[in-house]
């Protein structure tokens, strides 16, 4: 399994908002320049983490992006499914256990719940101060 792009910079962007949470913004200049991606694509990636309330704005001179709640309210996971589209490996995953259609539906529920069990154990605060074992 190959996580995209997008939670690579977005978790990038969540750890660099979570030094600053919570007095100071990071305008989407900075935030650019230190992750070394495009504006179109980080506003992208920010638009998404804002939709689940990870991610907040506040336009103006001393403007910029900030974290909608304390990096300890914050678990890696929620951050992760909010840009791999809830990590639905398969479909079946996705359908409340319902599907049968074959012998690996039981794995891949497994995997899904083993993935998001470890990613929801670990939160922004604990992956900022490197205390992720």
Excluded at 22 to 39: F, H, I, Q, R, W
Excluded at 61 to 75: D, N, V
Excluded at 112 to 132: F, H, P, R
Aim: charge should be positive; aromatic fraction near 6%; glycine fraction near 10%.
């Amino acid at each position: 399994m190959k996580l995209s792009s997008k939670t690579h910079y977005g978790l990038m962007a969540c750890h660099i908002l979570g030094n600053n949470y919570p007095d100071n913004p990071v305008s989407a200049s900075t935030l650019e320049s230190k992750l070394g991606v495009s504006g179109k694509y980080l506003e992208k990636i920010l638009r998404m983490l804002s939709k689940r309330n990870i991610v907040t704005a506040a336009r103006g001179a001393s403007g910029g992006y900030f974290l909608a709640k304390s990096p300890e309210e914050i678990t890696v996971g929620e951050i992760v499914r909010t840009l791999e589209d809830d990590m639905v490996l398969v479909e079946c995953v996705s359908d409340g256990g319902k599907c049968k259609c074959c012998p690996s539906a039981k794995v891949w529920k497994k995997l899904y719940e083993g993935i998001n069990k470890l990613l929801d154990d670990i939160t922004l605060a604990q992956m900022i101060e490197g205390k992720v074992d």
